[in-house]
């Protein structure tokens, strides 16, 4: 189901956003919004710089309540199986590096998500259009 707002003025807006760099061009977001029927919901964004391009490619998953324990346990399965059975000798906690550079503060600012509205499946290439006032209120929530 997809809804349509006018001017996107009624956008739904994040309760709670995490933000995870993954290298330098690649940003996952992980955003919980509420429904107007105080229904809650998580959208996970992974925006990536295009390469010789402006802009960036963002692909949007929708995870609802429903789903949440079945998609938990599934991703964990997986890594689990990743890490023990595939590669039980690779050091993944070397890539734990929450930090981020000075450098890196703009690129993060420039690949701030503009909320989209509720229920509505985003998967398209973006070329990073928007208002200043969208990507700087997004950056002042991550």
């Known amino acids: 189901m997809t809804v349509a707002y006018e001017n996107n003025d009624k956008r739904m807006e994040s309760v709670y956003s995490k933000r995870i760099r993954a290298g330098k061009r690649r940003t996952y977001f992980f955003d919980v919004r509420a429904t107007r029927g105080n229904d809650y919901y998580i959208t996970i964004t992974e925006s990536r710089k295009k390469f010789n391009e402006n802009g960036y490619d963002r692909h949007k998953i929708f995870l609802y309540k429903e789903d949440f324990n079945k998609f938990l346990k599934a991703l964990t399965e997986a890594v689990d199986y990743v890490k023990t059975e595939l590669m039980p000798n690779f050091d993944f906690d070397a890539y734990n590096h929450d930090q981020v550079a000075e450098n890196d503060i703009d690129d993060i ?12 499946v985003n998967t398209a290439s973006s070329n990073g259009a928007g208002s200043a006032a969208d990507a700087g209120e997004e950056v002042d929530k991550w």
């Open 109 to 120: 600012a420039a690949e701030a998500v503009a909320p989209t509205p509720a229920l509505q």
